[in-house]
């Protein structure tokens, strides 16, 4: 209901100067030629030539204002998700350097990362020992 706020005013902007133009001009040539009311039928027709536009550039200017700062806010939004994904992708580079230090091998059997020193694995309890001696 709320996306895109500034697309929606401009719409209801041209929307309601169309409806306030027409709506003035009729019932000025109405009051004129039903009611004999020139002068009330004159003002109404100037008002929907002079006042609706003014309406129109008022609430199609806001509508433009809200778009832009609604982009601006999407594009922060993009910006700070970018500068995310790239910490992310840097934390894992960290990560492996530090894992290296302390993790050596993998379990055989299930996958699990064993440090140098564990003689079973803590998953599923292979026996470490056995591939050490093979590497070593
Ligand atoms: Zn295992």
């Known amino acids: ?3 895109n706020v500034g697309r929606k005013l401009q719409t209801i902007a041209v929307i309601t100067f169309v409806i306030d133009l027409l709506g003035l001009v009729i019932l000025g040539m109405i009051a ?3 009611y004999d009311e020139v002068f009330g039928g004159v003002i109404a027709i100037l008002a929907g030539v002079f006042v609706s536009p003014v309406i129109l550039y008022l609430i199609y200017g806001f509508g433009l204002l809200v778009e832009n700062a609604e982009e601006e806010t999407k594009e922060r939004k993009k910006r700070r998700a970018n500068q995310e994904t790239k910490m ?3 934390k894992p580079a960290n990560n492996k350097i530090d894992d290296n230090e302390h993790f050596d091998t993998f379990c055989i059997k299930c996958g699990n990362r064993l440090k140098n020193t564990d003689k079973f694995c803590v998953k599923c309890g292979w026996k470490v020992e056995c591939l050490n001696k093979q590497t070593n």
Request: net charge negative; aromatic share 12%; hydrophobic share 65%.
């Open 1 to 3: 209901m709320f996306d």
């Open 32 to 34: 004129i030629a039903e």
């Open 88 to 90: 992310d992708l840097l």
